[in-house]
């Protein structure tokens, strides 16, 4: 039987959606920097209503080439759910990139491996990746949010049908006061964030295949 594949599997999140599977004896496996936790987050799973029995993990660390992870040695995925990141006020760049931006290039390589087409559309998607360690081999497609609903269309015309979107638009704005915000950025940062998202999830779902999924992440700027 096919996996699930979660990182950040103790987090917040991360241990509801394991409890979530489980409870519908759905096996996970949790990728986990330090796997003899297993039975802590197993216990916790139970308390949530889920079935820690069906719960097994795997070394893995965001930080590591390759998540440290052998992709021909893990079984077949059914799908994967990627959760893990780091965050803390003044977090170095160096850290966060490493973590959350060359942690999940590889990430979404794994998935490749495992049989999925995975696409990365942005305005300069292909220059990112190039510059990004490990990213140079997924497929880019410049895609340009701010162009309007037909810039969306032409994507999807691109792209085809989909399984799963993933949406983590940053619009360009300057955290000032509420008094000292421009508001012409503030329309414009609106317009990217809020109506952007809105025109990707209308278009996809139009395109998504049945048992699909659209994500859209929120940010910093709005905490």
């Keep these: 039987m096919s996996r699930i594949l979660i990182t950040g599997a103790t987090g917040f999140i991360g241990r509801h959606l ?3 599977f489980t409870a519908r004896q759905t096996p996970v496996l ?3 920097r330090k796997p003899g936790g297993v039975p802590g987050l197993r216990a916790r799973i139970n308390e ?7 719960l097994a993990a795997i070394h893995g660390d965001l930080d590591a080439p390759d998540l440290a992870v052998e992709s021909s040695a893990l079984p ?7 959760l893990g990141a780091r965050f803390a006020w003044r ?4 850290a966060a990139r490493r973590t959350n931006v060359a942690g999940s290039l590889a990430v979404a390589r794994l ?4 049989g999925a087409r995975v696409i990365v559309a942005s305005r300069r998607a292909a220059e990112r990746l190039d510059a990004a360690p490990g990213g140079g081999d997924l497929q880019a497609l410049a895609f340009d949010l701010g162009a309007g609903q037909g810039a969306v269309h032409a994507l999807f015309d691109a792209i085809g049908e989909i399984d799963h979107l993933v949406v983590a638009v940053r619009p360009e704005i300057t955290a000032t006061p509420l008094a000292e915000v421009d508001e012409a950025e503030a329309r414009q940062a609106f317009e990217i964030k809020f109506w952007g998202q809105y025109r990707l999830a209308r278009a996809a779902s139009q395109r998504l295949r049945e048992g699909g999924s659209i994500v859209l992440t929120s940010g910093i700027a709005g905490e």
């Design 18 to 20: 394991c409890a979530h």
């Design 111 to 114: 998935a490749r491996d495992q």
């Design 91 to 94: 977090l170095p760049n160096k």
């Design 30 to 32: 949790a990728l986990l």
């Design 48 to 54: 949530l209503g889920g079935n820690g029995d069906y």
């Design 76 to 82: 077949d995925l059914q799908a994967i759910v990627h």
